[in-house]
């Protein structure tokens, strides 16, 4: 006897069947090989291009500054000030000088003299303390030794323009020191102005010892002119 087997309970079986034809497909032959993305790591990363060596040299040289850009005022700021007048003394080329002997200056043997410096700059002055002296002949050549200070206080002047400074002077005449003194005719005084290295020549014709052991003048400080 034949028994029948309803469709659906065939469709079902073929359907089971068909499972298990896949399911042993799936099991009997290995699974496709996945595919990733590009950025997998069986490839190589992407790496930044390196640059050239005359990229890299164009870069170094723009980044370090040129010579003409570093500061020029340097030199300005090192530059040592001028001297300049506004420093208060009074030098040589600010002042005129000449000798004038004293009221009554006579003395045996010796005359009492004055220097007088007057300011003929602009401005006012300074002028304090001893000035050097000494004789010169008519070529300007130091005749003999120079001043001796006398001792005295300093007082400090100051002169406006115009206005003069005295500083007194004792010369004791040459022929005093007989043969020793190697008389010498002189044509005047070298004068340095005190604290001035320059100096001015002040006219006195006479004669001097050029014996330098023999000291014929001596200076005192300079101090105002008296009217």
Same mark, same amino acid.
């Given at each position: 006897m034949t028994t029948r087997v309803p469709a659906s309970c065939l469709l079902a079986a073929a359907v089971a069947l068909g499972t298990l034809a896949l399911t042993g497909c799936a099991s009997g032959e290995p699974a496709a090989e996945e595919t990733g993305p590009a950025s997998s790591a069986s490839e190589e990363p992407t790496t930044a291009e390196e640059p050239t060596p005359s990229q890299s040299t164009s870069k170094s #040289?723009?980044?370090?500054?040129?010579?003409?850009?570093?500061?020029?005022?340097?030199? &300005?700021?090192?530059?040592?000030? /001028?001297?300049?007048? #506004?420093?208060?003394?009074? /030098?040589?080329?600010?002042?005129? #000088? @000449?000798?004038? &002997?004293?009221?009554?200056?006579? #003395?045996?043997?010796? @005359?009492?003299?004055?220097?007088?410096? &007057?300011? &003929?700059?602009?401005?006012e002055c300074e002028i304090t303390g001893y000035p050097g002296m000494s004789y010169v002949d008519a070529a300007g050549n130091q005749v003999g030794a120079p001043a001796d200070r006398e001792p005295a206080e300093s007082a400090e002047v100051i002169l406006a323009p115009g206005e003069s400074a005295v500083a007194p002077v004792k010369q004791t005449n040459a022929q005093n020191y007989g043969a020793d003194c190697e008389l010498t005719d002189v044509a005047g005084l070298r004068v340095y102005p005190p604290n001035d290295t320059e100096s001015l020549i002040v006219d006195q014709t006479g004669t001097a010892c050029a014996a330098e052991d023999i000291v014929l003048m001596t200076v005192a400080p300079t101090k105002p002119l008296s009217p």
């Open positions: #040289a723009s980044a370090e500054p040129s010579e003409s850009s570093e500061p020029t005022q340097s030199a &300005t700021a090192d530059a040592s000030p /001028t001297a300049s007048p #506004a420093d208060g003394v009074c /030098t040589a080329d600010m002042l005129s #000088a @000449v000798l004038e &002997t004293e009221m009554g200056g006579g #003395a045996a043997g010796s @005359v009492y003299r004055q220097i007088i410096f &007057t300011n &003929t700059a602009s401005e």
